[in-house]
């Protein structure tokens, strides 16, 4: 018990920017392995332009919070 509340208490999120590599595309979700493995992220586009990266391709991750 007190292991998983030392850990809870002593990690942290890195919130930087990262860059990283398209996993799995389905619609308008992600996947993308970066600094972290992120699930199912949305894609957001400017100017309502739809699009739907392919797998191997390049992404920036941008963690938003609030």
């Known amino acids: 018990m007190w292991i998983s509340r030392y850990v809870t208490e002593n990690s942290f999120a890195d919130d930087s ?22 699930l199912s992220m949305p894609v957001a586009l ?10 191997g391709s390049r992404s920036l991750v941008l963690i938003c919070t609030g």
């Open 46 to 55: 400017p100017y309502g332009i739809a699009y739907a990266p392919t797998v």
């Open 17 to 38: 920017p990262s860059v990283g590599v398209v996993r799995a595309s389905g619609g308008d979700k992600v996947s993308v392995s970066a600094t972290n493995e992120h």
